[in-house]
């Protein structure tokens, strides 16, 4: 058998540990964020108003029926992607707002979590301050508890940070994996079409332009048939009705 080389114990000794565990500090504080937007979901329960009982609506009438219609007539002023996202809810357990508030809070507290993991590869410290940030921003904690779409897109959001935070992936099915994602963000909030310009210019930028064609082709595979809908139901080329055609 080989005795070891020098430069092999160097190099195991440089070598930094694995930093796959969570740290049980980490996981009190996730649990005292999920609380917290709980109890801030108990105490102020009142029936959706304005934006969210818009949302509320359709979400029931696609649950219930199938169809994306607001008071009996095809809409395209909310995106759909939200609304599935609470008709998916609603269509288990019936119409409970309370049910979508729990399921928000425990994707905020992933968000809380996702941002510590991305954060560590470069600052133990940054790691911490970015996750009890969030887990104790009354905002984070606020939004959890309403029928808007702020919730859902922070947190598809910072999947997408992750995800590309691993460097660039030479897979064309990869790229079209993050096309999907990008695709999932615009159909929750429209500026994240910015984003995926954003995308494209870096790309094009580097001088890799043909590499995005799988992430635009993946953007293209989710939002398209939203766009041709609305242009065959409501005869408007358009994402949304409420920013304008």
Do not use: C
Not at 13 to 31: E, F, I, Q
Not at 188 to 205: E, G, S
């Amino acid at each position: 058998m080989r005795a070891p080389h020098e430069g092999d114990r160097l190099a195991a000794t440089a070598a930094p540990p694995a930093r796959t565990a969570l740290p049980w500090s980490l996981l009190l504080v996730l649990a005292v964020a999920l609380l917290l937007r709980l109890g801030f979901d108990a105490a102020r329960s009142r029936p959706p108003v304005s934006d969210q009982a818009d949302y509320d609506r359709i979400a029931w009438t696609l649950a219930t029926h199938g169809t994306y219609q607001d008071d009996g007539r095809p809409t395209a002023f909310r995106l759909p992607g939200y609304v599935a996202f609470i008709g998916a809810i609603y269509r288990v357990v019936g119409r409970h707002p309370g049910a979508v508030y729990a399921v928000q809070a425990a994707l905020d507290v992933g968000t809380a979590l996702l941002l510590f993991v991305l954060l560590r590869r470069r600052s133990a410290r940054a790691a911490w301050i970015g996750a009890v940030l969030w887990a104790l921003l009354p905002a984070a904690i606020a939004y959890s508890g309403l029928l808007l779409s702020e919730t859902l897109f922070a947190f598809l959001l910072v999947v997408l940070a992750a995800k590309l935070d691993r460097g660039e992936s030479r897979s064309a099915l990869d790229r079209f994996a993050t096309g999907l994602l990008v695709g999932a963000l615009i159909l929750v909030k429209t500026p994240a079409l910015f984003l995926l310009a954003a995308l494209l210019l870096a790309a094009v930028a580097a001088g890799v332009g043909r590499r995005s064609i799988p992430l635009v082709a993946g953007a293209l595979l989710v939002t398209a048939p939203w766009f041709a809908r609305n242009v065959v139901v409501l005869g408007v080329p358009t994402l949304t009705t409420s920013i304008g055609s």
